[in-house]
């Protein structure tokens, strides 16, 4: 299986604050002999390994399942995250290290949630959600709906996996009042 990587830059922060929107154009852009989509965050950190553990492991899924893939994560402290990226510049890449792996020790149960949703192409019939339901997020705090309105479509299976996934926690602009475009 080769997994490729592709990537929209969004410009106008209104357009970007529409997550669906922004998903149903990635949505969009996919090579047509694409399988499989995992839509993520970019505050996840993968340990080595990790995704050629998953592409054994789909190998083996039912593929007729109307079905979303998602995998639990560890989180970081908000604190020890900040000190962290205080420390790099903008764009950046943050490597699978040790020392990752030492911060990211918070176990989190939302699986399904917009950091790991794993669907076959085929089941997406075009889009990410219908319409521009997707709430607004920096009106009144983040509002994630769209990932809501996705996880319905679809029944959701959690893969166990061995290697795994860490977020690297921050602020929410519902925590801070305002919108913090420095974490998008």
Sequence with gaps: MEFRVKHLIMT???EFARRGNVRNKQVKALDEDTEWVLFTDSDMVYESGFFDE???RLQY?????????????FSSDVAI???MINELSYPCFIPETDETKKICNIPRRNCGA???QLVRKELLDGYYVKGA???HLFVDGQKARSDIQ???RFKLIK?????????LNHVRDNEAGKHLEIQR
């Design 81 to 83: 995250t900040d000190a």
């Design 133 to 135: 339901r997707d709430r």
């Design 150 to 152: 996705f996880r319905k």
């Design 54 to 56: 998953l592409a054994t």
């Design 61 to 73: 899924v039912d593929k007729s399942a109307q079905a979303i893939y998602s995998v639990g994560r």
């Design 159 to 167: 893969m166990n996996m061995i290697k795994e996934q860490w977020h």
């Design 114 to 116: 917009g950091y790991f």
């Design 12 to 14: 106008d922060v209104n």
